[in-house]
């Protein structure tokens, strides 16, 4: 996007990667910024968004993309797990819209553009929280959709790419495990 001439403002909790990759694309000619951020902390959305405002004028679109999906069957009682992905999947994307809606009305003008999964439409063993919060992702974007008029609402649901995400869904206990295979329809994880 930077590339196209876009300004862009990149957020994730690793901030060296994040400064990092801003000044790489303003190396190149971008704008961009990079501002540590974890989606878990609604003050880090509202920070992230003021940065593209106050640096940039506006914000025209936010991408809520990060996301976490451990795989473990329910008996495994891996409720820490449990909370994380309920914090960052589903909260962190709460905290976007809240820091980011007051934005777009004030605009008239935005894009929310939320990042779900195959695992929002069906579920396999291992996979049942994860599916959950993806799944209220999706029912959450639908809501906003119907409330929000002319702002833009964008689902993206990804079957299995392989990404950094693998190491975290796949713990090397559980590496070998029959559970962790990918759905053969959806290409889910
Ligand atoms: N890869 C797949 O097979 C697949 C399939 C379906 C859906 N998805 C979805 O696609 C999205 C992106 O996944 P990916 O495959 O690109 O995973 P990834 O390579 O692990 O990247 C996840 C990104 O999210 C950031 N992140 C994680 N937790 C965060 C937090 N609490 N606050 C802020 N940033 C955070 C990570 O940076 P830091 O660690 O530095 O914070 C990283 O930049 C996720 O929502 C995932 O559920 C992926």
Redesign the pocket.
């Given at each position: 996007m930077a590339g196209r001439g876009s300004n862009v403002v990149l957020?994730?909790?690793?901030g060296d990667?994040?400064e990092q990759l801003g000044a790489e694309l303003r190396h190149n000619g971008g704008r961009a910024v990079g501002v540590p951020?974890?989606?878990?902390r609604r003050e880090?959305l509202v920070r992230l968004v003021d940065t593209a405002v106050s640096g940039f004028g506006r914000l025209d679109a936010l991408v809520d993309?990060?996301?976490?999906?451990p795989v473990s069957p329910l008996e495994d009682l891996r409720v820490d797990e449990w909370d994380d992905m309920i914090?960052?999947?589903l909260r962190?994307v709460l905290h976007g819209i809240a820091a980011a809606l007051p934005v777009f009305r004030r605009q008239e003008a935005g894009h929310f553009v939320m990042?779900?999964?195959?695992?929002a439409y069906r579920t396999v063993p291992g996979q049942a929280v994860h599916s959950a919060t993806?799944t209220a992702v999706r029912t959450v974007c639908d809501g906003l959709r119907q409330e929000v008029g002319d702002l833009r609402v964008t689902i993206v649901?990804?079957?299995?790419?392989?990404?950094?995400?693998?190491?975290?869904?796949v713990g090397p206990e559980t590496r070998a495990a029959p559970l962790v295979r990918r759905d053969a329809d959806t290409g889910?994880?």
């Amino acid at each position: 996007m930077a590339g196209r001439g876009s300004n862009v403002v990149l957020g994730a909790r690793r901030g060296d990667r994040v400064e990092q990759l801003g000044a790489e694309l303003r190396h190149n000619g971008g704008r961009a910024v990079g501002v540590p951020t974890d989606v878990r902390r609604r003050e880090n959305l509202v920070r992230l968004v003021d940065t593209a405002v106050s640096g940039f004028g506006r914000l025209d679109a936010l991408v809520d993309n990060a996301g976490t999906g451990p795989v473990s069957p329910l008996e495994d009682l891996r409720v820490d797990e449990w909370d994380d992905m309920i914090d960052v999947n589903l909260r962190g994307v709460l905290h976007g819209i809240a820091a980011a809606l007051p934005v777009f009305r004030r605009q008239e003008a935005g894009h929310f553009v939320m990042v779900a999964s195959a695992a929002a439409y069906r579920t396999v063993p291992g996979q049942a929280v994860h599916s959950a919060t993806k799944t209220a992702v999706r029912t959450v974007c639908d809501g906003l959709r119907q409330e929000v008029g002319d702002l833009r609402v964008t689902i993206v649901s990804p079957g299995f790419v392989h990404t950094d995400f693998v190491n975290t869904v796949v713990g090397p206990e559980t590496r070998a495990a029959p559970l962790v295979r990918r759905d053969a329809d959806t290409g889910s994880l």
